[in-house]
């Protein structure tokens, strides 16, 4: 049994920003991240270097902006007047919930003044080339639930605030 299409696969992994610093460690939870292979669940750099692997393997993989989070979007990143954020005191880092005009979207304050906040709806890793150091830990066969969804259950994909019946 291999890694391919419909495949659930446990990993454990190190992610590297690009100075080589290392930015999130699975093995510091314990328990390794789970995803249903061949559904779009993983960016698509790691996902075809996962393709085949097997439990045990380790590698490697080194993924540009185009396979992984996208190129940094100047257009994404927005200065706005403070009195937007009366009472909030917004802080370098601080995550909000912007209303726009595809939906709501997730921005991080990148620059606070007396008169103007930033906030950039970019991914962290936007632009960036990022390295995963990757252990196969397990893999199964997909339940017919979540072959039908696409997805797992369990895991950071889903949160439990999907509108779909279960
Ligand atoms: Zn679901």
Not at 33 to 42: A, S
Not at 96 to 118: K, L, N, Q, R, Y
Not at 133 to 159: F, K, M, N, Q, Y
Request: charged share 25%; proline share 5%; aromatic share 6%.
């Amino acid at each position: 049994m291999h890694i391919e299409k419909d495949i659930v696969v446990s990993i454990h992994y190190k992610l590297f920003d690009d100075q080589q610093q290392e930015i999130e460690n699975s093995y510091n939870d314990d328990i390794p991240m789970q995803y249903l292979h061949g559904h779009n669940n993983l960016i698509i750099g790691l996902e075809k270097e996962l393709e085949g692997k097997q439990p045990g393997d380790r590698l490697s993989v080194t993924v540009s902006p185009e396979e992984g989070y996208g190129a940094y979007e100047e257009a994404m990143k927005q200065q706005l007047p403070s009195s937007d954020f009366e009472g909030l005191n917004p802080e370098v880092g601080m995550g909000f919930t912007a209303e726009t005009d595809s939906g709501p979207m997730p921005v991080t304050v990148t620059e606070v003044t007396e008169e103007t906040v930033t906030v950039d709806g970019n991914h962290p890793f936007a632009g960036k080339t990022i390295r995963f150091e990757v252990e196969v830990t397990e893999i199964r066969d997909a339940t017919p639930t979540e072959l039908e969804h696409g997805h797992l259950h369990s895991g950071e994909c889903c949160g439990g605030d999907h509108d779909h019946e279960h």
